[in-house]
């Protein structure tokens, strides 16, 4: 029952979201602490598709009813975000540009404000269930 509470909110949607923005963090950190490294090739991961099918998984559990993460239950194959999170291990791509100090520093504080305004909106959703629970307004 509280599982499904959490299901209709926005908070798994941001799970999935503080997830993706984590990945990047890692991936953009390497390609800072490589960028000196002879024949290194920057690696990224795509804010455009990862939110092309969290868009198709918000979709699905709209028109299903179905939960959409796996946070708070256990992890069943047809879960919506499943399969975003699987889809996140196919959209590393690595590209021959040659993309400097300036431009990774900027994609990875774009990823922290991403990262730091959906732990803000969890957060703010987290207290209005514990009002609606404690019957506070």
Do not use: C, W
């Not at 499904?4 to 999935?16: G, K, R, S």
């Not at 990047?24 to 991961?45: C, K, M, Q, S």
């Not at 946070?71 to 791509?93: C, F, N, Q, S």
């Not at 990774?104 to 959703?125: E, G």
């Amino acid at each position: 029952m509280l599982g499904d509470l959490f299901h209709h909110t926005t908070i798994p949607v941001l799970q999935e979201v503080v997830y993706f923005t984590q990945a990047r963090h890692e991936v953009l950190a390497g390609n800072i602490a490589n960028i000196d490294t002879p024949g290194y090739r920057t690696a990224d991961l795509s804010p455009e598709i990862f939110e092309e099918h969290l868009r198709s998984a918000i979709a699905r559990r709209d028109a299903t009813e179905q939960p959409v993460s796996t946070g708070v239950k256990t992890t069943r194959p047809g879960d919506a975000m499943h399969e975003v999170r699987d889809a996140m291990k196919t959209i590393l791509y690595h590209d021959e540009s040659d993309i400097g100090l300036e431009q990774q520093v900027l994609q990875m504080s774009k990823n922290q404000s991403t990262h730091n305004m959906a732990i803000a909106l969890m957060n703010s959703q987290f207290r209005l269930l514990e009002a609606a629970l404690s019957e506070r307004v």
